[in-house]
Each structure stands twice: as C-alpha cells, then as structure tokens.
C-alpha cells in the first residue's frame, strides 16, 4: 500500500463534469493497493494516517491531527502509485493489487473512515476523474509503511 497525503484547504473530485466528492478543511488522499496488502495493512494505513499530526497549532507547530481540527477526509484511489519505472520507459504495474481486491480494500478504508466519525468524502474505483485541490503549505507526504 501507498498513499499519497496532501493538507489542503479544499479539494474535489469529478466523473464527467458530476462532483461526487468535495471536502473544505482536510486531507486529500491518493490510495494505491498492492499486490499483497489485505484488511490489516489497511487498517494500519488508516490509523497511522488519522493520528498524523500535520495541521498547525496555535504556535504554528505541526502538532495536531485531521480529529484535532475537525477537518475532512477525501480518498481517491489510484493504482498509478505503485508503479515501477526501474527499468525501462514504461512503468510496470505489476505490483497493484488486482482490480476486485484493490477496489474492495479501497472500499474497506472509505468505510473506516466514515466509521471514524471524520467526514469522509470519495472517489469512484476505476472511474477517469478529474481531481481539484488548493494545498495548504503546500504540505504533501508519502506514506509507507
């Protein structure tokens, strides 16, 4: 597994001109599933990405949480991060998960985040969508574990 993490003041997501996603205040999330990953690789992604203390406090510190400042979630999946430019011009994509098990891990992680309690918006799996953000800092992080 490997996301992609962006504080961002607003983003949203489009399917042919339709907004089926839109968060203010939060984190825009870029989830590529591997190959071997399963429900407790998930669950560690999640909760290591919830506790992340990327927002700033009121010293301007990076000390707080997405829980800490109310803010959003919105995820998006996209197998693209996990591919492998070693060799060649082409990237491999060897390493993503199959379609049906990424697409159900990729569900699997939307809802722990509405179970959460933060307000989780998303994507569609498989779907060409046009994504906007304004990133705040800008602040983008490369998770993995």
């Known amino acids: 597994m490997k996301l992609v993490i962006q504080r961002?003041?607003?983003?949203?997501?489009?399917?042919?001109g339709n907004e089926v996603g839109k968060i203010a205040k939060g984190l825009l999330?870029?989830?590529?599933?591997?190959?071997?990953?399963?429900?407790?690789?998930?669950?560690?992604?999640f909760n290591?990405?919830?506790?992340l203390r990327i927002f700033e406090d009121e010293a301007g510190k990076t000390n707080l949480s997405i829980k800490d400042v109310g803010g959003s979630l919105l995820l998006v999946s996209q197998f693209t991060l996990l591919a492998n430019c070693?060799?060649?011009n082409r990237p491999s994509f060897i390493g993503a998960g199959s379609p049906d098990e990424?697409?159900?891990?990729?569900e699997y992680m939307v809802n722990?985040?509405?179970?959460?309690?933060?307000?989780?918006?998303?994507g569609v799996f498989g779907a060409d969508m046009k994504v906007t953000?304004?990133?705040?800092?800008?602040f983008t992080i490369v998770l993995e574990l």
Do not use: H
């Not at 290591?48 to 506790?51: G, R, S, Y």
């Not at 722990?112 to 998303?122: A, D, F, P, R, V």
């Open 8 to 16: 961002v003041n607003s983003a949203n997501v489009l399917i042919d």
């Open 29 to 45: 999330v870029f989830v590529g599933v591997a190959i071997d990953d399963d429900e407790k690789i998930v669950e560690k992604y």
């Open 48 to 51: 290591k990405l919830i506790k």
């Open 86 to 88: 070693k060799d060649g």
């Open 102 to 106: 990424a697409k159900r891990l990729y």
């Open 112 to 122: 722990l985040g509405k179970e959460s309690g933060i307000k989780t918006e998303c």
């Open 133 to 138: 953000l304004e990133n705040d800092g800008p």
